[in-house]
């Protein structure tokens, strides 16, 4: 891989002696990493659940590396949820970050929604988790991995972060600020990327970060905690926003976080050191920079949570419900159009932000039919829903099902089903008589 001249000089005066490690972590393999999903599963469940080859990371409760031979996005295991594939540096951010059930957090450059994911599980599914990038067409990734998670405490947005600012000021508890970057800790997985920094380097990203981090500082609650990322080394990118951060706010306390690790690095400028720095020649990862900070002050007591009046009328609903073993609040339910969704609790009014799915899709009202939906399929398990049917992994019914194919069972039951593997929600059919017309969605199916 040839590397710009300009670059070898920058890490050079970055690294001094550690730069021929760094340029021989080039010839290494990539290392493959996921994230469990434990608000589905436990860490020890899924260990002895799977067949893959773990290995974990040190750095995350729930990370861990796999070999390449395991094919996990193609194991049933992963339709149904139960982990996630990141990159490991990048498990960071969420994993520093205190987050409790009750805090209401902005994820607030999060597409495709990895770093959300990560914190709705150390949430509990509790609280309220925003979820927003600018882009609406990235956010479309970010709501099929909340969907596949099942996660229901969440809205999904694609608003400006200028607009936020404006209409939500000191408003958060906690935020993950992953911005977009020079994407240098990222030359190897992808050296594709070697291109775009020498059309677009550092110091062009620096002024948009900066305009990002000070949105995202404003929305912040005084006593609340931020964690600002990128996956870069450049010093303009990473230490020099947090001093301006500093700068616009002398409260702001730059907090070492409780995780550690011997191949972690400390900040490089003066007042930083607390940050961490992550090299791929110093551990199995890519490159990533974080920091985690403190809004000291006293903040007023959090708004009440807004509530949502019923206005569901519609019998097949109020029948399928009875299926859930699950109690939901009937005030969260609302009516948008043809879609019933159950309502996160949202201490502010929401309605300055460009909403893509508020809380739990539950599903579609066709008339007077009702439509469960894969969101919801995704929520419950086997425990949860009367009329559930659980496949083994390797049942050939398993890949028929998510190939989108009916499937015969031997089943006393009539009328709509949960389709499992193992204890885990493949997503729902409708059986008559031992078979099951599939009700998958097509975006959710095996390629």
Partial sequence: MKLPDSYLSRMKDLLQDDLDDYLQSFEQDRVLSLRVNTNKISVEEFCR?????????????????YDEADRVSVHPYWHAGLCYLQEASAMIPAEILPVGENDLVLDACCAPGGKSLGLACRMHDKGLLVSNDISASRQNATLKNVQRFGVSNTLVTASDLNDMARLYPGTFDRILLDVPCSG?????RDPSLIRSWLEKGPSDYAVIQKEIAKNALGMLKDGGMMVYSTCTFSPEEDEEVILYLKQLCPELEIIRPDISYEGFMPGIL???????????HRLRGEGHFACLMKKNGTSGPSPSPAVHPARIRCAQFDEFLKMIRISFDPSRFMLNKDRILYLPEIPFDSSGLRV????????TVKGDRFEPSQHLAHFLSADTFAQSI????????????????????DSPYDGWVLICTGAYPLGFGKIKNGTVKNRIEPGSRKL
């Fill in 184 to 188: 240098e800790g990222m030359f190897r």
């Fill in 270 to 280: 003066p007042g930083t050191e607390n940050c961490i720095r992550l090299y791929p």
């Fill in 390 to 409: 659980c496949l083994e992994p390797d049942d050939p019914n398993t890949e028929k099902y998510l190939r989108g194919e009916t499937i015969r069972v």
């Fill in 49 to 65: 659940t799977v067949p893959f080859h773990l290995t974990p990371v040190p750095w995350s409760s729930s990370g861990f590396y």
């Fill in 356 to 363: 893509v799915r508020s809380g739990l899709l539950m599903g």
